[in-house]
């Protein structure tokens, strides 16, 4: 894809998208910095894969991975799940679409595995 295109349809989907994306990840748990710094970057992403001639079928969805992966990342990375309190890391295990490790486990028992 030329680069006047890949911009046209990058700005379209910031537009459209960043709205949805910031609430998404604020919601996982990501200050508003780190939030708007995960979007620029998946945004950043998707105008490279365009400019790279990589096809992308549904945008939405392929960004909102890229964005879940990219806090995921930071998250792993400053240990953000052991700062959480426990009714929060409850609710992160359920909202990453995971299986909390050992559920009959108490919280400070599944922390020792």
Request: contains cysteine.
């Amino acid at each position: 894809m030329d680069e006047s295109s890949a911009t046209d349809l990058v700005n379209a989907f910031y537009d459209i998208q960043r709205r949805g994306m910031l609430r998404y990840l604020i919601h996982a748990g990501a200050s508003l910095s780190q939030a708007e710094d995960i979007i620029q970057d998946a945004f950043m992403e998707f105008y490279a894969s365009l400019r790279s001639g990589k096809s992308i079928e549904n945008p939405r969805p392929w960004l909102f991975t890229v964005a879940r992966h990219a806090f995921l990342k930071h998250c792993n990375a400053n240990h953000r799940l052991d700062q959480l309190d426990d009714g929060a890391a409850v609710d992160m295990y359920s909202f990453l679409q995971i299986e909390a490790p050992e559920p009959h486990l108490d919280d400070v028992e599944r922390r020792l595995i």
